[in-house]
């Protein structure tokens, strides 16, 4: 299994209360190797924020299994996933008092002592990830003072001190315009290529995909499509997505029906 940074065998999505088991996709199976930006694609409420979730751990496997590195998700600390991979969510921190150089740098937490003391290396990583996502002027801000756009970079540049070889991002660019969020999603592309990380976003943003991503991971219809963009134009796999709705995809272009 150690030929991919990441296998999905069988697993569906669901959730379980004390009364109700409910699967909201069924079972699927994917693969994701290091130097590869995927893209998580597809209509509001399919599963994707779950699914990304559920390889993260942050969410139980409702069934089928997970391998990351070769090693079951069943058999993971919090600590190895830590150390595995970094994860930026949708949700919104806000915290009183607490500066942007210190909510990136708990992102380093894996790597200092005991007593959670900075070294100048650790110091230096926080300012290189912070100038890379074009918030070296914010470093001493309140996160609380942010915007959104400003809020998320910082997010994204605690993940990259974690320095893991797999990135997991729902949503990155949500809050960004047009050319931030190309400014973010190439450069995430550019330290899959030079990092040889694993990285998957989900994205809204069909054109970034089709442009920008290696492969896709298209949630539609209950059926996972996983492909190049070229392949599942071929396909005819985003009409799918787009079944119920007034448009359709010729060519990679969406168009009225």
């Known amino acids: 299994m150690n030929q991919h940074n990441i296998i999905i065998e069988n697993i569906s999505l669901g959730y379980k209360d004390s009364t109700n088991t409910v699967e909201i996709f ?26 990304l979730r559920t390889i993260t751990g942050l969410q139980k496997i409702f069934s089928g299994k997970i391998y990351i590195d070769g090693k079951s998700t069943e058999n993971l600390s919090r600590k190895q996933y830590a150390d595995l991979m970094s994860f930026v969510s949708t949700e919104t921190v ?6 942007v150089f210190d909510l ?42 942010l915007s959104d756009g400003e809020r998320q970079r910082v997010m994204i540049a605690r993940a990259l001190v974690q320095d893991t070889p797999i990135m997991i991002l729902d949503e990155p660019t949500a809050f960004l315009d047009i050319p931030n969020k190309y400014e973010i999603i190439l ?15 989900s994205t809204h943003d069909l054109n970034i995909a ?13 059926k996972m499509h996983d492909g190049t963009p070229a392949q599942l134009i071929q396909t005819n796999a985003f009409n799918q997505m787009l079944d119920g709705t007034m448009l359709k995809m010729e060519n990679g272009e969406i168009k009225f029906q």
């Open 26 to 51: 069924p079972p699927f199976s994917l693969t994701a190797d290091s130097s590869q930006f995927i893209a998580l694609v597809g209509r509001n409420g399919v599963g994707k924020s779950t699914l």
């Open 187 to 201: 450069l995430l592309r550019n330290l899959a290529r030079e990092k040889a990380k694993t990285i998957i976003f």
């Open 210 to 222: 089709l442009q920008l991503a290696d492969k896709i991971w298209l949630m539609a219809n209950k």
């Open 94 to 99: 806000r915290v009183l008092h607490l500066k």
């Open 104 to 145: 990136v740098a708990l992102g380093r937490y894996t790597y200092t002592n005991v007593f959670g003391n900075l070294s100048l290396s650790d110091e230096k990583i926080i300012l290189d990830s912070l100038k890379m996502v074009g918030m070296s002027d914010f470093i001493w801000r309140n996160v609380s003072e």
